[in-house]
């Protein structure tokens, strides 16, 4: 690393558990980001702010008055800009020497693979079921670990998923093993409809770039402990959280080996 790198990144490398080596990786990985929504923005913020070194965002959707409530990265500027150009363009001033790369689609069954494979983590914070399934499955095919963060009104969710692993006789449970087939064709944007209170969906978005960064050190640095398949539910009123281990379902069609 460079003295400057090394500079902006002083307070990660003395950490002992990331330290140089952790912040070496950081600079090595690659992260996919599935919506640059509540939980993307924050999230993107703090794994750009790590350093790591290739980002990719993927949206399909355009900055609208009512996001900036809580999508921490966009400005007035951007309203009717695509996101995952506005966010790539934030990327860019913040830090040019991270390398980032930007597609305005959504992603879906049929593109998931593509847009994953090679990464070394996919973030989902996207809006809804069907797409979260598609990602799951995607990462399961591609071996490629998931981390998904949601909220739910006041109820946040974090969890890295290795159902890729699966295979390999490992026992982790996919991202469907825990929500099941039912929600394959639901595909609702509930926050225009029940709302979402910005800082609470920022904290799951900062939740998720941490969960995020302890996959991408796995075997590097001592916060490399991805807690595969332990779901991370805060509860935003009371505040708390708790901690449940998500059972890998034997008859998952995601993550499933045929007899
Ligand atoms: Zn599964």
Not at 131 to 145: F, I, N, Q, Y
Not at 168 to 193: I, K
């Amino acid at each position: 690393m460079t003295p400057d790198r090394l500079d902006r990144f002083a307070r990660h490398i003395v950490l002992p558990e990331v330290g140089a080596m952790g912040q070496a990786k950081l600079a090595q990985s690659h992260v996919v980001l599935i919506g640059m929504g509540g939980i993307g923005s924050p999230a993107l913020q703090y794994l750009a702010g790590a350093g790591v070194g290739r980002l990719t965002l993927v949206d399909d959707d355009v900055v609208e008055a009512s996001n900036l409530q809580r999508q921490t990265i966009y400005t007035e500027a951007d309203i009717g800009k695509a996101k995952a150009e506005a966010a790539a363009a934030w990327v860019k001033a913040f830090d040019p020497a991270l390398e980032v790369s930007v597609h305005v689609l959504r992603i879906n069954r049929d593109n998931a693979v593509s847009l994953i494979t090679g990464a070394d983590v996919v973030l989902d914070g996207c809006d809804n079921f069907a797409t979260r399934l598609a990602v799951s499955d995607a990462c399961v095919k591609a071996g490629v670990p998931l981390t998904s963060a949601a909220l739910g009104r006041f109820q946040g969710q974090v969890a890295n998923f290795a159902g890729h692993r699966a295979k390999n006789g490992e026992g982790h449970a996919c991202y469907r093993c825990f929500v099941g087939d039912a929600f394959d064709a639901e595909d609702c944007d509930s926050c225009a409809d029940l709302g979402v209170l910005g800082a609470m969906v920022g904290m799951v978005g900062a939740f998720g770039a941490m969960a995020a960064m302890r996959v991408l050190l796995e075997g590097v640095s001592a916060l490399g402990d991805p807690q595969w398949g332990h779901l991370h539910v805060m509860d935003g009123l009371k505040p708390s959280l708790r901690t449940m281990r998500i059972a890998r379902d034997p008859e998952c069609k995601g993550c499933g080996v045929p007899a």
